[in-house]
């Protein structure tokens, strides 16, 4: 079974630029997550989608985060302008959510690295 | 909003010494998840937890949700080397939605 799909792996970007980040989740999870990493401290939930909808963006900064799941499957994650404070490992997670078993697990793409110069 | 501590943030041993890392909320929780994250990695699921007092086992790796069920605790018997990781405990927040735990850090020395 295909694990979770995230790209680019690296982004290397100027303050004030915009990058996106995509996401397919595992076939069939209607939940998906986007998490920021900061180095040395633990996920920080950004934007959790059931299906095509969203159930909680409270931590999302929406003066220059979006996201969007248009479809319910694949999404993507953009930042327009980007701060330094963004450099962080954005971590895309999927779950059967509602569409299925759930075990408490998340299951995790390799993430995108991004720095902002 | 809920907050999930762990400590202690860093641990360094010996390989083949013990290991346990607690996971402590202000709150009640419905239940609790564990997972590693290897250098450079992304994490991994190892257990979820939802019963008050619940002990399991993998390997050399014991969980424990306290009976009150507001922390957690994961002690890792006979370190290895490939133990090396950071560990972190999640817990559920509404539907479906986790929260993460800031994460202790462990380096084993061979």
């Known amino acids: 079974e295909a694990g979770v799909a995230q790209s680019p792996r690296y982004k290397i970007i100027e303050k004030r630029q915009s990058v996106a980040f995509w996401c397919n989740p595992i076939?069939?999870?209607?939940?998906l997550y986007w998490y920021q990493q900061i180095l040395g401290q633990g996920p920080k939930l950004l934007i959790q989608f059931q299906n095509n909808g969203v159930v909680d963006d409270s931590q999302l900064p929406k003066d220059r985060f979006s996201a969007e799941r248009l479809k319910g499957v694949d999404s993507t994650l953009k930042i327009q302008p980007a701060k330094l404070e963004d450099s962080a490992v954005y971590l895309c997670a999927s779950s059967p959510g509602l569409a299925g078993v759930n075990t408490g697990e998340l299951f995790f793409g390799e993430g995108s690295r991004l720095t902002v110069l | 909003g809920q907050q999930v501590m762990q400590i202690p943030q860093y641990q360094h041993v010996q390989e083949g010494e013990d290991f346990t890392t607690y996971c402590n909320s202000s709150?009640?929780?419905?239940?609790i998840q564990w997972y590693k994250q290897r250098p450079g990695g992304h994490p991994v699921f190892l257990i979820q937890?939802?019963?008050?007092?619940e002990v399991k086992k993998q390997k050399r790796l014991t969980f424990q949700f306290g009976e009150a069920k507001k922390n957690s605790s994961l002690h890792i018997t006979a370190t290895q080397t490939t133990d090396v990781g950071t560990y972190f405990c999640?817990?559920?927040?509404?539907?479906?939605?986790?929260?993460f735990g800031t994460g202790t850090r462990l380096k084993v020395l061979a």
């Open positions: 076939s069939g999870h209607a939940t």
């Open positions: 999640s817990c559920s927040r509404g539907t479906y939605k986790y929260i």
């Open positions: 937890l939802v019963k008050s007092g």
């Open positions: 709150t009640t929780l419905s239940n």
